[in-house]
Structure formats: C-alpha cells, structure tokens
C-alpha cells in the first residue's frame, strides 16, 4: 500500500540514509517493503500500513492506528528489515545526526560537521530547506516534507552557538 491510502492520522517513521540509492537498490528494498507491509502484523492482526522511498535516499514507513495499532515488537520489525539493507548494500538508515537538505534541485546528505562549515561559509542560510525527519502524523509529512534549516534541529543549535559567540 502506498502512503496516499493512509489517513493523515497515521504513525511515521522516516529513515535516511548515509548515501544515495542506486535504482536498482532502490527497486529491490521497494519489493522488501511491498511484502512487508502486505504481511506485517501486530499480535496476529494485520495492520494497515504503507511506505514511500523519496529521492532515492529516505524511507517513510506509516501505520493507520486507528485499525490496529502497531506493537513494540512489530515495530522491531521494520528496525530489522532496513538494518539488514547495511550487511546487503552497505545501506545505513541509523545515522541519526545526519541532515538531508535541498541544493538547487538535488539532495544533499550532510554530517552536522560539514554543514555547520558550509553554514558559516554562508553557502547554507537559515532559510535552506531540510528534509523534517520527526513529522508527528502523516498529516504533517503531507504538508510539507521540508521545513527551513532554522526550525530544525541543528538550526537551533547553530543559532544559539552563533549567539554565545
């Protein structure tokens, strides 16, 4: 099931990777995924549930709560499918820090190291766009995938070190 089926109240879980997907990497998780989602459960009861890959780079994962909530151990479930992406393609999902931002019309993958550098070289501003990885619903991911690099995490943090200085 794709996203679109979903309410806008359903449970998100977004997932970056460290490097750009290959097409065909990007086919064969799309396939992981479809029989995945087509077979997950929650103590025996189907959940409803869907995914997207955007930009070859990001999963989203999203669960309809309202039929049949997800449980810890069917969410360990997706845990495990995209961590088992590192020992076939090399694939990390788990890199918490790292930041997804729109260049021109191309999609950036930075460590809060090299985008604090190109910050300060002004070649980033506050008003560069980054991909928001902690949408609270479905909803919110619909409204819009990016948010301004001054709301998201390492904004903040780079307005409050650039304040104390």
């Known amino acids: 099931m794709m996203l679109?089926?979903?309410?806008?109240?359903?449970?998100?879980?977004?997932?970056?990777?460290?490097?750009?997907?290959?097409?065909?990497e990007v086919l064969?998780?799309?396939i992981q995924l479809q029989q995945f989602v087509a077979g997950w459960q929650a103590h025996g009861v189907d959940l409803l549930a869907g995914f997207d890959v955007f930009f070859n780079t990001i999963v989203v994962v999203?669960?309809?709560?309202?039929?049949?909530?997800?449980?810890g151990c069917s969410i360990d479930k997706v845990f495990h499918l995209l961590k088992s992406q590192q020992e076939i393609y090399g694939l990390d999902f788990f890199q918490r820090t790292l930041l997804w931002v729109q260049d021109g019309v191309d999609l950036c993958i930075y460590n809060p190291g090299t985008l604090k550098e190109k910050y300060e070289a002004g070649l980033l501003t506050d008003d560069s766009l980054v991909v928001d990885m902690l949408p609270n619903n479905l909803g919110v991911l619909r409204e819009g995938l990016w948010q301004p690099l001054s709301e998201s995490w390492i904004g903040r943090r780079l307005n409050r070190e650039k304040q104390s200085t």
């Not at 979903?6 to 097409?23: K, P």
């Not at 309809?64 to 909530?69: I, M, Q, S, V, Y």
């Open 4 to 24: 679109g089926q979903l309410a806008d109240s359903s449970r998100v879980w977004m997932f970056g990777a460290q490097r750009r997907m290959t097409d065909e």
């Open 62 to 71: 999203a669960v309809d709560e309202t039929k049949e909530p997800p449980s």
């Open 28 to 30: 064969k998780l799309r």
